[in-house]
């Protein structure tokens, strides 16, 4: 049996799973990435999103939408925002 991706969207901001998952991935190889460098998974991704919001200096909202996003999907208990 395959599994069936179910995609996923923030109920209060324009924002999916997908784009919280392709976040990580430009945090995690930069904006000139190559097409071939994979998205990570959903624990990797937490943890990009994590370091990134330690790192700026100011409320990335978009970073704390996604990283609820992925929370959510990761299974764990999430008070969205």
């Known amino acids: 049996m395959t599994e ?3 995609p996923m969207k923030h ?3 324009d924002y999916t799973l997908d784009d919280a998952l392709e976040l990580a991935r430009t945090i ?3 904006p000139l990435m190559k097409p071939t460098d994979p998205v990570p ?5 937490i943890e990009a999103i994590k370091r ?3 790192t700026c200096g100011f409320n990335w ?3 704390q939408v996604a990283l609820e996003l992925l929370r959510s ?3 764990e208990q999430v008070t969205w925002s």
């Open 61 to 63: 909202i978009t970073g």
């Open 28 to 30: 995690k190889y930069g």
């Open 11 to 13: 109920p209060y901001h």
């Open 41 to 45: 998974d959903i624990p990797e991704a």
């Open 73 to 75: 999907a990761n299974g």
């Open 4 to 6: 069936i991706e179910i």
């Open 52 to 54: 990134a919001l330690k």
